[in-house]
Every structure is written in C-alpha cells, then in structure tokens.
Nanobody, 123 residues
Framework: QVQLVESGGGLVQAGDSLRLSCAAS????????MAWFRQAPGKEREFLAG????????YYLGDIEGRLTISRDNAQNTVHLQMNILKPEDTAVYYC????????????????WGQGTQVTVSS
C-alpha cells in the first residue's frame, strides 16, 4: 500500500516562507521521481517542481523557480518544498506525487498522490 502524506501547510502572510514535507511509504522511494503540484479553487492542478529518484535532478515551473526549492532525503523517504516570498496567488492545496516517468510534468504520468495540504497566503 503506497501512501504519500503531506504536511507543513498553514496560514501565512505575504512575504513569508514555508516548508512543506511529504512522507512516503510502500514504495522503493529512491526509484521514483517525486514532484509537487498545487490546485487553487476553480483552477486546474498545476505542476510546480520535480526531483528524480537516483540522480536527484530538479526541474521547476519557470515563473516560480526563483522562490521554490525541492529536495529529497532518500534515507528518510521524504521530499520537501521550500517556498519563499509567498504571495496571495500562491494560495492553494499543495500535493506531492510519485512517478516512474523521469522529469514528468503532467499529472497524468503520476501514479500516486498525497491528500494535499492547504497553504493560504494573506496580504
């Protein structure tokens, strides 16, 4: 049974930083590319950042890359998303996901998803 469990969301003010975490179980973690997505109300789920399993190569949504850092700890089966200089438009539910497709950006390639964690940024 594969489980991905996000944590670290909350209510913050514009300009603040936040670190999201995702704990994975039930899979050989280092074999999977992990990614973070977000979904705002009324909008489609959007890819933010990914990191490959073995090489640890990272890739990002272009217009948010400067404020995001994705990382993973294969020994702990965790992936993190550091978010800086948060803006009200960052308000969304944030999800972690896992895929065997290296450097995938589209949600259809991701086999497993967490339940999401809410991030709300006030102005």
């Amino acid at each position: 049974q594969v489980q991905l469990v996000e944590s670290g969301g909350g209510l913050v003010q514009a300009g603040d930083s936040l670190r999201l975490s995702c704990a994975a179980s039930g899979l050989t973690f280092s074999s999977w590319t992990m990614a973070w997505f977000r979904q705002a109300p009324g909008k489609e789920r959007e890819f933010l950042a990914g990191i490959t399993g073995n090489a640890g190569s990272t890739y990002y949504l272009g217009d948010i890359e400067g404020r995001l850092t994705i990382s993973r700890d294969n020994a702990q089966n965790t992936v993190h998303l550091q978010m800086n200089i948060l803006k009200p438009e960052d308000t969304a539910v944030y999800y972690c996901a896992a895929t065997t497709v290296i450097a995938a950006r589209q949600s259809k390639y991701y086999a497993y998803w967490g339940q999401g964690t809410q991030v709300t940024v006030s102005s």
